[in-house]
């Protein structure tokens, strides 16, 4: 069974930084996608970036890319997102997922963790 569990989210103000981390169990995730999206008040979820995990490429929202870095964590299975320069527009609950990487549809969903931006 696929588990993602979110950490790293809090308060913060604008312009500073926050790195979010993803572990994720439950099976060998060589051949999936790992993607960041993020939830605001009253919005729907969006997408925020997703690295490849074999090969590494990585994508990225246009509001976030130059700020955001998606990356594969030092520890197994981590998946983290650093984002640096945060604006009060980034206030959201972010979700870690996972899809094989020949599914178009996201199978697997985090938690969330909560990322508050004060101006």
């Known amino acids: 069974q696929v588990q993602l569990v979110e950490s790293g989210g809090g308060l913060v103000q604008a312009g500073d930084s926050l790195r979010l981390s993803c572990a994720a169990t439950?099976?060998?995730?060589?051949?999936?996608?790992m993607g960041w999206f993020r939830q605001a008040p009253g919005k729907e979820r969006e997408f925020v970036a997703s690295?490849?995990?074999?090969?590494?490429?990585?994508y990225y929202a246009d509001s976030v890319r130059g700020r955001f870095t998606i990356s594969k964590g030092n520890a197994k299975n981590t998946v983290d997102l650093q984002m640096n320069s945060l604006k009060p527009e980034d206030t959201a609950v972010y979700y870690c997922?996972?899809?094989?990487?020949?599914?178009?549809?996201?199978?697997?969903w985090g938690q969330g963790t909560q990322v508050t931006v004060s101006s």
């Open positions: 997922a996972a899809r094989q990487v020949t599914k178009l549809m996201y199978e697997y």
């Open positions: 439950g099976r060998t995730f060589s051949s999936y996608h």
């Open positions: 690295v490849m995990w074999s090969g590494g490429s990585t």
